[in-house]
């Protein structure tokens, strides 16, 4: 069953071609691992050894740098048509991950080949799909399959939540910050973003709404940095105009008040393909919501403004590590506010209007 054995091989199967299914995950793993696409490669001596001519093998590598627990794979969703069509003999793959990762895929493959009588080939042995035993043995292995990229999903996020719980993850940060070298978050080496970004909050302070610091900013015509990011990008500084949602972005933003937040956003995939993102209540659980952790003493100490989510505390959205910008002689603390931004429908007493 396990041995590719010419036996299983009929002259109904050698009058149809065989094609080879080659696929890498990432397109990293195809700059790097080229040892894997060199063995998915070299199966087609095994097709030959089993009796199909070079010119009956076809090679279907239009599906590398994508996942296999994607469904959008035009490489695999032409092997299913040629199977179905009953112009395959036999399928070749280096083992199951390669042709699929989830149940679905894999099953329909596997019923569309039992039909047309179609073989199939991997790594360890020859298998006929219209075989109870065969079949039985390909379908532990898709179901291996899946579960094995469940696994490598939870190692790779449980690694992340510790470092979230740690406040080690590194993660984008709001305009006004970057990473040092050795990881820690510090003000922007420009003084230019130092000074407008303490000119925002100034702004806000006064006005007491979101959209009339956006709309001071446009009179005067003054730019706004873009966030930074870590990585090779750090030092570059992209200037543009000041919109209300960057504006109330920035105002919501806990790690301006000194606080690491992670997991307040999930995103999960919809029918249609595309992704959809949603707010996690706060009290979905850390398994859920992920973890918070104070940034410490590297902070500084500055006071806090109060959100339309409840006020400050050691725990809570905006944490008790506290930051103070340079502002110059006037010594006005930044990112402090007397109350959330007018777009979300909450003013502070007295603000002023978005007119």
Not at 300 to 321: E, I, Q
């Amino acid at each position: 069953m396990t041995d590719a054995t010419p036996h299983k091989v009929a002259a109904t199967h050698l009058a149809r071609q065989a094609f080879l299914y080659v696929r890498q995950s990432t397109l990293r793993q195809v700059a790097e691992n080229q040892e894997s696409t060199r063995r998915q490669y070299a199966l087609r001596e095994r097709a030959t050894a089993l009796g199909w001519t070079a010119e009956q093998i076809v090679v279907i590598d239009c599906d590398l740098g994508l996942s296999g627990a994607t469904a959008e794979r035009e490489g695999f969703q032409r092997l299913v048509a040629e199977v179905g069509m009953g112009h395959a003999g036999i399928v070749l793959g280096l083992e199951v991950s390669r042709l699929a990762r989830n149940s679905t895929d894999w099953h329909r493959l596997l019923e569309i080949c039992a039909l047309t009588e179609t073989l199939i080939l991997d790594e360890d042995g020859l298998y006929d799909p219209t075989h109870d035993n065969d079949r039985l043995l390909l379908g532990l292995k898709g179901t291996i399959s899946e579960a094995e990229l469940h696994l490598l999903r939870a190692r790779m996020r449980g690694g992340l939540l510790a470092k979230a719980q740690r406040g080690e993850l590194r993660i984008g940060l709001p305009v006004g910050f970057v990473y040092d070298e050795i990881g820690r978050v510090v003000l922007h080496p420009d003084a230019q973003v130092r000074d407008t970004v303490a000119l925002f909050f100034r702004t806000f302070q006064r006005t007491g709404a979101a959209c009339a610091t956006v709309k001071h900013f446009s009179e005067q015509q003054i730019p706004f940095p873009a966030p930074a990011r870590s990585g090779a990008r750090m030092a570059q500084v992209v200037w543009g105009r000041l919109n209300l949602g960057r504006a109330v972005q920035l105002l919501h933003n806990p790690r301006d008040a000194g606080a690491f937040a992670f997991g307040r956003r999930l995103a999960r995939k919809q029918p249609d393909g595309r992704s959809r993102t949603t707010r996690v209540p706060h009290d979905a659980g850390p398994a859920r919501r992920g973890s918070r952790a104070t940034s410490g003493s590297r902070c500084g100490s500055r006071p806090t403004r109060p959100t339309s989510r409840g006020t400050s505390s050691s725990g809570s959205r905006t944490g008790s590590a506290r930051r103070r910008w340079p502002t110059g002689s006037t010594g006005i603390t930044a990112r402090r506010a007397r109350g959330p931004p007018c777009s979300r429908g909450v003013r502070s007493a007295g603000a002023a209007g978005c007119g």
